[in-house]
């Protein structure tokens, strides 16, 4: 099974329910720089408290979050240069 990865305004973190998905707890839940946005990650099919969510994106596979994580709104200057 492939894991998947959403990303959903920080406002409906409260609204997962984390024994459906791997992060254990919305304080654990990555987050932008901003705080705006959390990340949420599974196995398979979404589970239903992330299918009743709004503001999710499509699902992303590794490479493709890969890719966003590392982008200005995920990453500061800081942590990229130390990544080198």
């Not at 894991?3 to 998905?21: F, L, M, R, W």
């Not at 398979?44 to 999710?56: D, I, Y």
Request: net charge negative; aromatic share 6%.
């Amino acid at each position: 099974m492939d894991k998947k990865h959403i990303i959903i305004s920080s406002s409906e973190a409260g609204s997962v329910d984390y024994s459906q998905v791997l992060e254990d707890s919305e304080g654990v839940a990555r987050k932008s720089l901003s705080g705006d946005l959390t990340l949420i990650r599974y196995f398979g099919l979404a589970p239903e408290s992330v299918v009743s969510l709004k503001t999710k994106t499509e699902e992303y596979d590794s490479d493709q979050i890969l890719s966003i994580l590392s982008g200005e709104d995920w990453t500061s200057p800081e942590e990229d240069e130390g990544m080198i």
